[in-house]
């Protein structure tokens, strides 16, 4: 599969660790929030999504965490797996259109 | 259900030829917005469709076109081809709501042009 940046910044974590990945945000205004996971050779996968109106939501071993203060978004996965390696983007949403903006992604491995 | 499907999944064109890629929405499905990935890049916003009309475009040349027809289904055209539109084109899909209600937007795989 064909990368999809060649100078990521890499999170490095070990197997059964939680992962944290942080995205800062461009706008204030920006009001709808996804993560997307990436694998090697396909599209991005929606993992969870948050809303301005919450500073946190939980999905399935992923909880997102909004912070407006300082327009900043993370991402936390529980017990990492190897199957969690992949590159992770935060993408903004901006008054209610389809027109996201996307973050330059975290690759992220896990180590065995 | 059924995901996003691109077609084709991979193509080589040369430079001042044409191109068109066809995207298939989630059934339901009425807003499909168009992405252009590349290393240097990133994922960068093209265009977004719904009910037949262009509402959102980003920030890219003329030769960048869209159209969505009546069954949802979208194609994006690319006039006079240049080496620097090699990338991965990545179309997603939303269960579009009323105004100011964004909803999850979910991605095909992708068609990887290469141009020559």
């Given at each position: 599969g064909e990368s999809v940046g060649l100078h990521l910044p890499t999170l490095s974590v070990q197997e059964g660790d939680n992962s944290i990945i942080n995205c800062a945000y461009s706008n204030s205004a920006s009001d709808y929030f996804i993560w997307y996971k990436q694998e090697s050779g396909k599209g991005p996968q929606f993992i969870i999504d948050i809303r301005s109106n919450m500073d946190k939501r939980q999905g399935q071993r992923v909880t997102v965490l909004l912070n407006k203060t300082v327009k900043h978004l993370s991402l936390q996965i529980a017990a990492t797996q190897p199957g969690d390696s992949a590159v992770y983007f935060c993408a903004e949403n901006i008054?209610?259109?389809?027109k996201y903006i996307f973050g330059t992604g975290t690759r992220l491995k896990v180590l065995a | 259900k059924a995901g996003v499907t691109q077609t084709p999944r991979y193509l080589i064109k040369t430079r001042g030829q044409q191109v068109t890629l066809s995207c298939s929405p989630i059934s339901g499905h009425r807003s499909v917005s168009w992405y252009q990935q590349t290393p240097g890049q990133g994922l960068q916003f093209l265009f977004e469709y719904f009910s037949e009309t262009q509402r959102n475009k980003g920030n890219f040349p003329g030769r960048f076109s869209g159209r969505q027809f009546s069954n949802s289904r979208s194609e994006m055209n690319v006039s006079t081809?240049?080496?620097?539109?090699s990338a991965l084109y990545l179309c997603a899909s939303a269960l579009a709501g009323g105004p100011q209600v964004v909803n999850e937007q979910f991605f095909g795989p992708g068609t990887r042009l290469t141009v020559l």
């Open positions: 008054g209610g259109t389809y | 081809l240049e080496l620097g539109d």
